[in-house]
T-cell receptor, first 112, second 114 residues
């Protein structure tokens, strides 16, 4: 079945450091890929998305490129802020309007 | 902009009791999904509805049932509650008229079973 694997956390960075959170997926069809962010005590917010190979999703300085050849969708940011501290989930939705399959989440901690 | 509404936000129940969680999707959204997130876990899909019909089913216990009503709101009914049912329950909605499945999540209902 479909699955998502993302790097374990926590990832601890200093403010203005570069961020990469790895995400790889397995899917039978042509999935759409997403990154969701969850701040402490809150729900899931869509951070960015990509719906086909080579698409780049971007939002709030975060970027991720849909790489079909490596089945990856790594999340990157050039300069993190303390306010970016949260749990980041990589997710996929296979063809059609199907359920989201999430990775296990990566906690990011950014210190001043 | 209107968001997904879930009620109640917090719910405390005893073992073997029943609980009903409600979800009001974004206006015009015709698909509703339910997810369960245990402590420190990733969200797990439970069940989904499209145009009031069940469209997919995941790891939902037989003790749970759900439906989507004519106004598109959905309810998750949970009976014979167990300690392990304590979790954050999210509802998400999407609109089938787009070319991709962007799901918008509600704030969640935190269920505690004592």
């Amino acid at each position: 079945g479909d699955s998502v694997t993302q790097m374990e956390g926590p990832v601890t960075l200093s403010e203005e450091a570069c961020l990469t959170i790895n995400c790889t997926y397995t899917a039978t069809g042509y999935p759409s890929l997403f990154w969701y962010v969850q701040y402490p005590g809150e729900g899931l917010q869509l951070l960015l998305k990509a719906t086909k190979a080579d698409d780049k999703g971007s939002n709030k300085g975060f970027e991720a490129t849909y790489r079909k050849e490596t089945t990856s969708f790594h999340l990157e940011k050039g300069s993190v802020q303390v306010s970016d501290s949260a749990v980041y989930f990589c997710a996929l939705s296979d063809t059609g309007f199907q359920k989201l399959v999430f990775g296990t989440g990566t906690r990011l901690l950014v210190s001043p | 902009a209107a968001g997904v509404i879930q009620s109640p936000r917090h719910l405390i129940k005893e073992k073997r009791e029943t609980a009903t969680l409600k979800c009001y999707p974004i206006p015009r959204h015709d698909t509703v999904y339910w997810y369960q997130q245990g402590p420190g876990q990733d969200p797990q899909f439970l069940i989904s509805f499209y145009e009031k019909m069940q469209s997919d089913k995941g790891s939902i216990p037989d003790r749970f049932s759900a439906q989507q009503f004519s106004d598109y709101h959905s309810e998750l009914n949970m009976s014979s509650l167990e300690l392990g049912d304590s979790a954050l329950y999210f509802c998400a909605s999407s609109f089938s008229g787009t070319s991709y499945n962007e799901q918008f999540f509600g704030p969640g209902t935190r269920l505690t079973v004592l």
